[in-house]
Nanobody, 128 residues
Framework: QVQLVESGGGLVQAGGSLRLSCAAS????????MGWFRQAPGKEREFVAS???????????YYADFVKGRFTISRDNAKNTVYLQMNSLKPEDTAVYYC??????????????????WGQGTQVTVSS
């Protein structure tokens, strides 16, 4: 069982930055692929970014096209934490951001159903 707790959301002006954190419980954090999803009012949950650690300790990262060049996902396995650095924020980035964890195949890393554990979400609001 993995428990995930997000933090770092808030209100920011367009063009600003925020860093989201997701702290995970458990002793096998490095075994999990970690993802960030978001859900805006009236819209479906959508993939933002994901990161996994290979058996050789190499990090692989994946991004939705709409955040490439603006958002950066990273993880610190020693701290059981995954981060989402968000720069050049736009009003359309306003949403609840969720952290998620998964095991197994990574072929469907951008599909929410492939993730086994979810945090409670943190609100990000970008004003114009």
């Amino acid at each position: 069982q993995v428990q995930l707790v997000e933090s770092g959301g808030g209100l920011v002006q367009a063009g600003g930055s925020l860093r989201l954190s997701c702290a995970a419980s458990g002793r096998t954090f490095s075994s999990y692929g970690m993802g960030w999803f978001r859900q805006a009012p009236g819209k479906e949950r959508e993939f933002v970014a994901s990161i996994r650690t290979s058996a050789a300790g190499v990090y692989f990262v994946y991004y939705a096209d709409f955040v490439k060049g603006r958002f950066t996902i990273s993880r610190d396995n020693a701290k059981n934490t995954v981060y989402l650095q968000m720069n050049s924020l736009k009003p359309e980035d306003t949403a609840v951001y969720y952290c998620a964890a998964r095991l197994g195949s990574y072929n469907d890393y951008d599909v929410s159903a492939g993730y086994n554990y979810w945090g409670q979400g943190t609100q990000v609001t970008v004003s114009s």
